[in-house]
């Protein structure tokens, strides 16, 4: 069994870009109302639009329930942390917790805010 998280999010295109560069991945699907991020063809994140007329999913949620993601973390871990800190910062992500060790997973952590509001943790050694 492998995780497929998907999350709604208000511009599929310019959430995508903003993934592919915090986390160094690549578009497996591409387009204005859904989109697969993957590594290596290993897919890590799908992002499907709010306003999609012709594909909603009942159980997705809705727009206008704010905020987006509560209680959700998106965790991404990653070999180079050092280089997905570096390019969070050239992103201008907006950050929650600066760059620590957490003694409990015994790696380091970087806590963010994605554009859409969702909390995002990439974390790696």
């Given at each position: 069994m492998r995780p497929q998280p998907l999350i709604a999010v208000s511009d599929v295109k310019a959430s995508s870009r903003w993934y592919q560069r915090l986390l160094d991945c690549e578009s497996g699907h591409g387009g204005?109302?859904?989109?697969?991020?993957?590594v290596k063809d290993e897919l890590i994140l799908q992002l499907h639009s709010w306003e999609?007329?012709?594909d909603q999913?009942?159980?997705?949620?809705?727009?206008?329930?704010k905020p987006w993601g509560?209680?959700?973390?998106?965790?991404?871990e990653t070999d180079d942390f050092d280089?997905?800190?570096?390019?969070a910062r050239a992103?201008?992500?907006?950050v929650l917790e600066e760059p620590h060790e957490n003694p409990n997973a015994g790696h380091r952590e970087i806590w963010l805010r994605d554009p859409d509001?969702?909390?995002v943790v990439v974390a790696g050694n």
């Open positions: 204005r109302t859904y989109e697969r991020l993957v999609d007329p012709d999913h009942e159980h997705m949620g809705r727009a206008d329930a509560n209680g959700v973390l998106l965790w991404f280089a997905a800190v570096a390019r992103l201008g992500a907006k509001g969702y909390v």
